[in-house]
């Protein structure tokens, strides 16, 4: 396998590399190029997604190689975008709608749970609602108020959504192209702290399902999904020196949660802790916890244990490393579960 | 009272209404009236829980609905839609299981009746309209479908109509937004709900044409219909259309109006019934004698029986359809689920 760095003009003669280093926002930016190339169904608009490619970048590009009819902004309206997309899909297109920051997935509420969390039921199956929601997420980033919210337990609660994030390039690559070909709506939550960290993207080789084993260990299993995973690897490392030795599960898809992998890893490892920036308070971190309970009940050394954001409002970014679980506070939650004793 | 701002629909004005077709639009509006009436009595009856009735409304819905090309365009409607759904020749039976309480959206076929689901969010499904209605000019295409909203005087109170007007006429959207109002949103009066007293004066902020029309006259509102969505195919943009009806009935079955307006106020404010005002016009134009309207009137019975017929034997659906559902691909928690609910039921 040959690794490259992307660069803008590829040789004509030369074989695809099957592996290129890329950025997230890259392998992003490449995985909508090709769907909007794959399928002639498949049109992407939001707010700033034209001409600017959107604040991130991630569309960059795209409406002047594919058209403005396929690529196209939006008067600065959630509800407009999400209602839209409902009206495109019922039309037979393939909606790839961004809403710009997480927070501003909020006005467009009624149009994600009650519109398109439900026509594909109400219509009984005749009106499907192929929509990917790209969802620029998670905090890290020192942005203002409603830009750094975490919004994947609210989604998972609703009856007939999807819900992923992927944590590296590949994964964003895989996963999008992956999403974006399904016939049922996909929040597609993007770590927006780690669009510009590079990592290799495989072509060939993509699995889009489940959660991945992101660094295999033997003591216990950290869960993350999105810039969560990043950190977890991070403290991995660290624990290493002391002698523990890590497995990092990054979950992947938050709807619906690869159980298997769970039963696996921690079955394996028998201890668990859940990471993620949230709420602790009805976060997914209490699913996590429930779905390993459930089958590693006979063999789990230690209560699952949550190193979450807080119950507070999403603080400002002097505060937001207080409020993001940091290395030190995921080592305590490391330290609790092996030395919890039972009585 | 109808207003006719400038629509440019091509060089063709609509063809006006032969006798026969005014005669179909009196029994569609007798077929709606009568199935309305037995509605609100099968709910007395015990036999659907439930229902939203249209009395007073039938010409704006018929006329509206009648005018609507079912090759091409789409239908938006809310949960008070039944006359447009009758004038656009919807499975009835179909139409009428969601006050059964048969399924949310009806058991008609959306794609095949070119009328969505019925939609109980109030103003959820105008920017339904929007989307569809961009995506038929994609490509370039012309002469395109249009898509027709329909939404009353409290649902102009929502920011998704603002925001699905705006973006229509951003995107010269074919759309065409039917707004009913018909005087009361529940217990609350126009007055109350729409400052300024009209949803067609909005459009021109958003520089949409539109037209506020009788809509107690069913001639005046198919006219009206006609024009806007040739204005529609024609590449304009939307149009916004303002049919001034009158709520004869309660908000539903489970309203009580005697609360918020005596009977006198009611007497005063509905008018002319819009069924018998038509009746005396096409007896005074030549159009149809009584042996027509009594034909009309049995007709109407015989139908709403069937109905009634239809909608007793549809029976509940099967528990497993509430899982299978959801998505195009189950998910294995779902699965999971429904195989709990099978085995720990008596539904096997």
Redesign the interface.
């Given at each position: 396998m040959s690794e490259t760095t992307m660069t803008p003009v590829q040789d004509a003669e030369a074989p695809a590399p099957n592996v290129v280093t890329m950025s997230m926002q890259q392998a992003l930016n490449l995985a909508l190029d090709e769907v909007l190339g794959e399928n002639p169904k498949a049109?992407i608009f939001g707010e700033d997604c034209g001409r600017l490619g959107g604040v991130f970048r991630i569309t960059d590009g795209l409406q002047a190689k594919h058209g403005e009819?396929?690529v196209f902004d939006?008067?600065l309206?959630e509800?407009?975008i999400?209602?839209?997309?409902?009206?495109?899909?019922?039309?037979?297109?393939h909606?790839i709608p961004e809403v710009q920051f997480d927070g501003f997935a909020y006005p467009a509420i009624?149009?994600i749970v009650?519109?398109i969390g439900r026509?594909?039921?109400?219509?009984?199956?005749?009106?499907?609602m192929p929509i990917t929601l790209r969802v620029p997420s998670f905090g890290g980033i020192r942005a203002p108020e409603h830009h750094g919210e975490s919004l994947e337990a609210l989604f998972a609660h609703v009856?007939?959504l999807?819900v992923v994030s992927p944590s590296t390039p590949n994964d964003a690559y895989h996963l999008l192209k992956y999403a974006a070909g399904?016939?049922?709506p996909v929040i597609f939550m993007e770590p927006k702290s780690r669009y510009w960290q590079k990592g290799p993207v495989e072509f060939a080789a993509g699995n889009p399902t489940g959660a991945r084993v992101a660094k295999e260990g033997r003591h216990l299993t950290l869960v993350a999904w999105g810039a969560m995973v990043s950190r977890c690897l991070q403290v991995a490392e660290l624990a290493a020196e002391d002698g523990i030795d890590v497995e990092v599960l990054d979950l992947r898809w938050l709807?619906?949660?690869d159980?298997e992998a769970l039963a696996r890893s921690v079955g394996k490892t028998r201890r668990a802790v859940v990471v993620h920036e949230a709420p602790l308070t009805s976060g997914l971190g209490a699913e996590v916890a429930q779905l390993i309970t459930q089958s590693c009940f006979d063999t789990l050394k230690a209560p699952v244990e949550r190193v979450t954001g807080f119950d507070v409002p999403y603080p400002s970014g002097d505060l937001e490393d207080e409020y993001i679980p940091n290395i030190d506070r995921i080592l305590f939650g490391i330290q609790r579960v092996l030395e919890y004793r039972r009585d | 009272m109808t207003t006719h701002p400038v629509l440019s629909g091509g060089d063709v004005a609509p063809a006006p209404l032969t006798h026969e077709q005014l005669r179909e639009l009196y029994a569609l509006m007798s077929a709606v009236r009568r199935l309305d009436t037995a509605a609100v009595a099968w709910q007395r009856q015990g036999i659907i829980p439930g229902y939203a009735p249209e009395l007073g409304q039938e010409a704006a819905q018929v006329g509206s609905g009648y005018a609507v090309d079912r090759t091409r365009d789409f239908v938006f409607p809310t949960y008070r839609e039944m006359g447009v759904a009758k004038a656009m020749g919807l499975d009835m039976v179909g139409y009428m299981s969601t006050h059964k309480a048969t399924w949310h959206g009806g058991m008609y076929n959306p794609l095949e009746s070119r009328f969505a689901p019925i939609q109980a969010v109030v103003a959820g499904s105008v920017l339904h309209a929007v989307g569809w209605a961009h995506g038929q000019t994609l490509g370039g295409h012309t002469d395109s479908g249009v898509a027709v909203t329909y939404f009353g005087d409290g649902a102009s109170s929502q920011g998704d109509v603002h925001e699905a007007m705006n973006f229509a006429a951003v995107m010269k959207a074919p759309v065409v937004f039917f707004v009913q109002n018909n005087g009361w949103a529940i217990s609350v009066p126009t007055e109350r709900q729409v400052a300024g007293g009209s949803v067609a004066a909005r459009a021109a902020g958003y520089g949409i044409p539109s037209l506020q029309v009788d809509g107690n006259d069913v001639v005046a509102v198919y006219q009206a219909t006609q024009s806007a969505l040739a204005h529609c195919r024609s590449g304009n943009g939307p149009v916004v259309i303002e049919a001034m009806t009158y709520r004869r009935g309660p908000h539903s079955t489970a309203d009580d109006p005697g609360r918020y307006r005596t009977l006198e106020e009611e007497r005063l404010a509905a008018g002319e019934d819009p069924l018998e005002r038509f009746k005396q016009r096409l007896l005074a134009e030549g159009v149809a004698d009584e042996a027509f309207f009594a034909e009309a009137q049995r007709a109407a019975e015989e139908e709403a029986e069937a109905i009634r017929t239809g909608i007793e034997e549809l029976g509940p659906r099967p528990g497993a359809e509430m899982f299978s559902m959801v998505f195009q691909e189950p998910t294995p928690d779902l699965q999971s689920q429904a195989t709990a609910w099978r085995e720990e039921s008596e539904h096997v």
């Open positions: 049109v009819d396929r939006t008067p309206a509800s407009g999400l209602g839209m997309s409902v009206g495109l899909a019922m039309a037979g297109f909606p009624n149009q009650c519109q026509m594909n039921y109400r219509s009984r199956g005749t009106l499907p009856p007939g999807k399904r016939p049922d709807k619906p949660i159980a | -």
